[in-house]
């Protein structure tokens, strides 16, 4: 029996090592040709692209949003969940992971090398008894992801320079991947090198534009040849007379016979505005960032953007999220967690919105939610006492088997309270007065 299991055991084993163990020691991060020398004929690399102002507002928001959310560590009780504060690894993703970064600075810098990189890692440091002590941020281009194509172990390489690599296990390597499959997130640099390519030659003919003249290309046509020093005079006396943005549109005066031809076209023939404000939402797609939050808002309206602000954190932020939530609970806390588990609060969004947290305190205490103490403790106000631990609500709701009989509590009480029957002596004395007038042959006085 005991054989068997081993036998059935180990075969398991052979046939995970041969799933994963099919991929390459190093898997990839793109399955697209890296070409950083794009068709527009200009140089795109992680580093390049950051220049392009609607990719800096499309890192800056994302990693500075999941960065400004508070990060706590939770745990199931029987009323809900409590936040953990004195557990130590609540310290290291609401305060400081190490003493050199604060929990702001950590999740900003993992979220932008994911962004731009595919992928932010940070080692695990453990104590004694494997506890999570430290976490320390190492840049995407020291480190490799490998597969060992024996056992199928997953495992880091750092780069130290001239000391050489170092192995860093799978466990003690926080790793936030960015959108792609397999173990390795996918440099969206890689797949928008065309667009980005033409964001930065459009970047550099504007700026090439303006600094040329800022006024339609020329050409002068001299009628009488002159001589290579001529000719260098001349060249010189337009650059230093009319060359750049300060000096553009003056008047040109020629001598030896010479005129201005006009070629090429002007800044609206190129539609160069244009082609800049379409670009700003070429790169937005790439990012999942809606355009009005990198200041592009060429279409939003009082209407729409109410409803963008909405749509972003649930298409934009919670992904980011959870994936830092997904692995801090796995990597912290491992499979024993006792009920353990990261949160981030998504309610801090609205702390610059003073209008929503109203409704939202409003809604909350009116259905008994919310008492007055835990509103004022989420305003970071002092408490109102034993009072204020009091949970209201409405005194019209009832509940909803009174509403299907169309009929109220109060009304049903007071049907059931017994009717108070007359005293038997009223009876008696009615008889009594019936037999009277009838012996004296006598109507009654109200008949």
Not at 87 to 116: M, V
Request: glycine letters at 6%; one cysteine or more; charged letters at 25%.
């Amino acid at each position: 029996m005991l054989e068997r299991f081993r036998n059935t055991l180990a075969a398991g084993f052979d046939i995970l090592a041969q799933r994963v163990s099919t991929e390459p020691r190093y898997p990839r991060e793109a399955r697209v040709v890296s070409n950083s020398r794009t068709v527009a004929g200009v140089m795109i690399t992680p580093d390049t692209a950051v220049t392009i102002a609607a990719v800096w507002a499309c890192l800056r928001y994302l990693s500075q949003t999941v960065a400004v959310l508070p990060w706590h560590v939770m745990k199931k009780v029987a009323a809900g969940a409590e936040v953990q504060d004195s557990n130590s690894i609540d310290w290291l993703l609401y305060k400081r992971p190490n003493p050199e970064w604060s929990s702001f600075q950590f999740r900003e810098t993992l979220t932008h090398w994911a962004l731009r990189h595919g992928n932010g890692y940070a080692e695990i440091e453990r104590d004694g008894i494997r506890r999570p002590i430290g976490l320390w941020p190492i840049h995407p281009d020291r480190t490799e992801v490998c597969r060992d194509p024996e056992d199928g172990r997953l495992f880091y390489e750092v780069s130290n320079g001239a000391n050489g690599k170092v192995e860093i296990a799978a466990e003690d390597m926080f790793h936030i991947r960015g959108f792609g499959e397999g173990v390795v997130g996918v440099n969206v640099i890689d797949y928008a090198a065309q667009s980005l390519g033409w964001a930065k030659a459009a970047q550099i003919f504007g700026a090439a534009f303006f600094g040329n003249g800022s006024t339609p290309s020329v050409v002068v046509k001299n009628k009488k040849g002159l001589k290579p020093d001529g000719l260098a005079k001349q060249r010189a006396e337009f650059d230093q007379l009319y060359k750049g943005p300060y000096r553009s549109n003056k008047t040109a005066h020629l001598d030896n016979d010479a005129e201005i031809e006009k070629i090429g076209l002007n800044a609206v023939e190129t539609q160069l505005i244009e082609v800049h404000q379409y670009l700003i939402e070429e790169v937005c797609r790439w990012f999942g960032v809606p355009p009005h939050k990198i200041m592009h808002l060429l279409r939003a309206t009082f209407s729409n953007i109410e409803h963008q602000a909405i749509e972003v954190v649930v298409d934009s932020i919670s992904p980011w999220a959870k994936r830092f939530e997904d692995e801090a609970d796995f990597k912290l806390f491992g499979q024993n967690r006792r009920n353990l588990y990261t949160k981030m609060n998504m309610n801090a969004l609205l702390r610059g919105d003073m209008k929503s947290r109203m409704e939202f305190y409003k809604g909350m205490s009116s259905v008994g939610a919310y008492s007055a103490n835990r509103i004022l403790a989420l305003e970071d106000e002092n408490s109102i006492g034993a009072d204020g631990d009091v949970h209201v609500m409405q005194e019209q709701y009832v509940p909803l088997e009174f509403i299907a009989k169309r009929t109220d509590p109060a009304a049903e009480k007071a049907v059931a309270k017994p009717a108070v029957s007359k005293p038997a002596v009223e009876e008696d004395d009615s008889a009594a007065a019936a037999e009277f007038h009838g012996i004296l042959n006598v109507e009654p006085a109200n008949a």
